[in-house]
């Protein structure tokens, strides 16, 4: 896929989708994006009754869970032994780090969970709007990817985040929106799960959703959530977890939820209002 097709080049999703996508981690590959598609509310199959059940039920088990609480005491000991008490996908605990490098959090621990939470913060790093921006986006090549990808991956950032590119998706030849709006690119990671690891190498697919477009008036793009998911191949380098290569593929998504639209001004206000977090697995 050619860098000029402006429908099928990975750059931007099919089916009048506007993600737009990282170049591939590899040297070549069909699906690695930087920002997320626009999704569609076209087709839900929710309706408000649903989510109303939905909701009771979620205020039920809270008021379920809040009951249990109980006085503190270690209660494993009952539990009935034929169901387990913990999952793979639970928090372990462990404080995010407190180092940062190019104001990405760094310095993880070389082990298992330190490859998921490093991959994470990547991810936010990766599918953010710092990435669009050219001063920006050298600091994050240089401190996340490894050392021998740097050179090669600048290089294909500058290409594909072009100064023709940039005006497409609404933006300046510094990744800036136009007076009065603001680009909105803030991702979440929902989930990891580690696909292979070693001491010197790991492979994490960070399960991911956020909000991406641009808040102002007569934007083409507006602000909406996306689900994704992004693998990162980890490297242990310079004494920290480093991106060797990354791809991504949509979804898993859950239905669209009914929830009522906030205007441009409430969007910009709340990406300027609400800071990011460090994620620790």
Known sequence: MSPGDERNDGLFGGSGETRTRLPEGEGGGDDVYGVPRRSTRSGRTSSRGLVTVVGVVVLLLAAIAFANRGDGEDDTASADPKKPTTT????????PVDGKTAGIPSGFPRDE??????????????????????????????????????????????????KEFLGKIGLNEKGEPAPGQTYVSRTVPVGTKTTSYSKDAATVEVWCTGAFGTAGEDTTNPVSNDWFTLTLKLRWADDDWKVESFRSKDGPAPVN?????????????????????TYAR
């Open 88 to 95: 793979s996908t639970s928090p372990t605990g462990k404080k």
């Open 113 to 162: 969970q330190g490859a998921q939470s490093a991959a994470s913060n990547y991810a936010v790093s990766l599918v953010s709007a710092d990435i669009l921006k050219p001063t920006r986006r050298v600091e994050i090549v240089r401190s996340l990817f490894i050392a021998d990808k740097v050179s090669e991956l600048e290089s294909t950032f500058n290409k594909t985040y072009s």
């Open 257 to 277: 939820g009914d929830n009522k639209i906030s205007t441009a001004d409430e969007i910009a206000k709340a990406i300027h209002e609400y800071g990011g977090f």
